[in-house]
């Protein structure tokens, strides 16, 4: 595999573009079993983003009934749609999170780590079976950081409101060409049933998580302007405050399901709109 990138570098005189991330996968072990985790069959219609030389593509291809890879560099568009023959795979050129997505049940990609938050919250928004992603290692730290975890952040609890994330396997800097300076993890990301999702005000855990170690009544007291709020309403907001859920909890140990007492709580008492 590494020898095949090199090929494919000299051929085109293509040097790995640092603006967009391009850190290519090279260790066929681990391109593989990412696609076992994700347990891809001929029915399954997988999304990948970045497909970059077309490695993990090509493993994709063979499991699947149809794969679409979405690239935004118009050079490695060029060089897929040349150096392969794929009968199930469409090459989809623009940027990830801007295009519209077709549609798809799974998830498979090496991503571009500067997309790794958007991307995420994108995908957590659209219904999919199962995510089996690469992210830097301490962004996947942070996304199954438990509450009153040193890593739990706003990431955390909008990620862990709506699915289940785990660390199936850290991967060395020397599994990527060019070599970036971080180690990296593939995180397994799968829904959680529409019963068990909690759906948040995100200008609120904005709110909070602006003051991630202090208690909630006194974070929400010195983010008042993040929640769009009136001088009224501000005036309003700190009578509540001693009354409010979890009011001396520090907000970095609060569970989705105690941001949303929080956030019913004041939409009841008319401080938080409801949508």
């Known amino acids: 595999m590494k020898e095949r990138l090199f090929y494919l570098l000299s051929k085109y005189g293509l040097r790995p573009n640092e603006d967009l991330g391009q850190n290519f996968l090279i260790v066929e072990d681990v391109i593989e079993r990412s696609v076992e985790r994700a347990a891809i069959g001929e029915r399954d219609t997988v999304l990948e983003v970045g497909p970059g030389l077309g490695f993990l593509t090509e493993?994709?291809?063979?499991?699947?009934?149809?794969?679409?890879?979405i690239e935004r560099d118009a050079r490695l568009v060029e060089i897929l749609r040349k150096e392969y023959d794929w009968k199930n795979v469409e090459v989809i050129k623009g940027d990830a999170l801007k295009v519209e997505w077709p549609p798809f049940?799974?998830?498979?990609?090496n991503l571009p780590y500067q997309i790794s938050s958007p991307f995420t919250f994108r995908l957590l928004r659209h219904e999919f079976e199962?995510?089996?992603?690469?992210?830097?290692?301490?962004?996947?730290?942070?996304m199954v950081a438990k509450p009153g975890d040193k890593n739990y952040s706003r990431l955390s609890l909008m990620v862990q409101a709506l699915a289940?994330?785990?660390i199936a396997e850290r991967v060395g800097r020397g599994a990527f060409y060019p070599r970036p300076?971080?180690?990296?993890?593939?995180?397994?990301?799968?829904p959680k049933p529409p019963s068990e999702r909690v759906e948040l005000d995100e200008n609120l855990v904005k709110a909070l998580?602006?003051?991630?170690?202090?208690?909630?009544?006194?974070?929400l007291r010195e983010s008042i302007h993040m929640l769009g709020l009136t001088k009224g309403d501000a005036k309003e907001l700190k009578a509540t405050l001693r009354t409010?859920?979890?009011?001396?909890?520090?907000?970095?140990?609060?569970?989705?399901?105690?941001?949303?007492e929080i956030e019913e709580y004041l939409k009841a008492e008319g401080i938080l709109r409801r949508r």
């Open 105 to 109: 049940n799974k998830v498979v990609s």
């Open 181 to 190: 300076k971080v180690d990296s993890a593939v995180v397994v990301i799968r």
């Open 209 to 219: 998580f602006q003051h991630r170690r202090k208690v909630v009544a006194k974070a």
């Open 164 to 166: 289940e994330a785990e």
């Open 244 to 260: 409010i859920p979890h009011a001396e909890k520090r907000v970095f140990q609060l569970t989705p399901e105690n941001v949303k």
């Open 59 to 69: 493993k994709l291809a063979e499991k699947a009934g149809k794969v679409y890879a």
């Open 130 to 142: 199962v995510a089996v992603l690469m992210y830097q290692l301490e962004f996947a730290l942070r």
